[in-house]
């Protein structure tokens, strides 16, 4: 079965500075894709990024990106210049290549951005 | 595009009670799916389905029930609540494999009493 799992339960981090969120996970599958939800206080779930873990280039997404460390099965998504609208719970998710629709998600992080 | 609608969005129950939660989407997906989210737990699956008349459990299946008789649809029900039920409750839909976005709907908080 796979696991994810993200360990900062809460961060913060002063608006315009960099932040760094951890996600690691666990599967025997070589084929699988990687995503990052944001949530904010609105409760919509709203993608950020994705991975397809055949691609070693790291995805990115304006000021989002990811560091896909495919042996260590680590993928952390990195904020460039904080703003305040990224305040909110992120998720991290991973998705079997052939598994539409069944979606496995880490216990969230909560990040605040600081003015 | 409405995209993915859920009702209500929210509701309070009394233990024992049945509901059923909706969930409709309008972007001809075929895959359909019913999370629930708890504090410090992120999102689990609860059931999801492929296609019309085709359904299977997901990580936490028990006291729920499903059925997809459109491709619109996938209504999620609780034929007896319980207070371990007290959860927001995401429905959400993609079109195939691939890593293919899934889009949410804005949950719905259920509350038993």
């Known amino acids: 079965a796979q696991t994810v799992t993200q360990s900062q339960p809460e961060m913060s981090v002063q608006e315009a500075e960099t932040v760094t969120l951890s996600c690691t996970y666990d599967?025997?599958?070589?084929?699988?894709?990687l995503f990052w939800y944001k949530q904010p206080p609105s409760r919509q779930m709203i993608l950020v990024i994705r991975?397809?873990?055949?691609?070693?280039q790291n995805a990115t997404e304006n000021r989002f990106s990811v560091n896909f460390q495919k042996a260590a099965k680590s993928f952390s998504l990195k904020i460039s210049d904080s703003q305040l609208g990224d305040t909110a719970m992120y998720f991290c998710?991973?998705?079997?290549?052939?598994?539409?629709?069944?979606?496995?998600f880490g216990q969230g992080t909560e990040l605040s951005v600081k003015p | 595009n409405a995209g993915v609608t859920q009702t209500p969005k929210f509701q309070v129950l009394k233990t024992g009670q049945s509901m059923t939660l909706q969930c409709a989407q309008d972007m001809n997906h075929e895959y359909m799916s019913w999370y629930r989210q708890d504090p410090g737990m992120g999102l689990r699956l609860i059931h999801y389905s492929v296609g019309a008349g085709i359904t299977d459990q997901g990580e936490v299946p028990n006291g729920y029930n499903v059925s997809r008789s459109t491709t619109e649809d996938f209504p999620l029900r609780l034929l007896s609540a319980a207070p371990s039920q007290t959860s927001v409750y995401f429905c959400?839909?993609?079109?195939?494999?691939?890593?293919?976005?899934?889009?949410f709907g804005q949950g719905t908080r259920l509350t038993v009493v």
């Open positions: 959400a839909s993609s079109y195939g494999t691939g890593g293919i976005e899934a889009f």
């Open positions: 991975q397809e873990a055949y691609k070693q």
């Open positions: 599967t025997s599958e070589s084929n699988y894709y």
């Open positions: 998710a991973f998705m079997k290549y052939n598994q539409g629709g069944k979606l496995i």
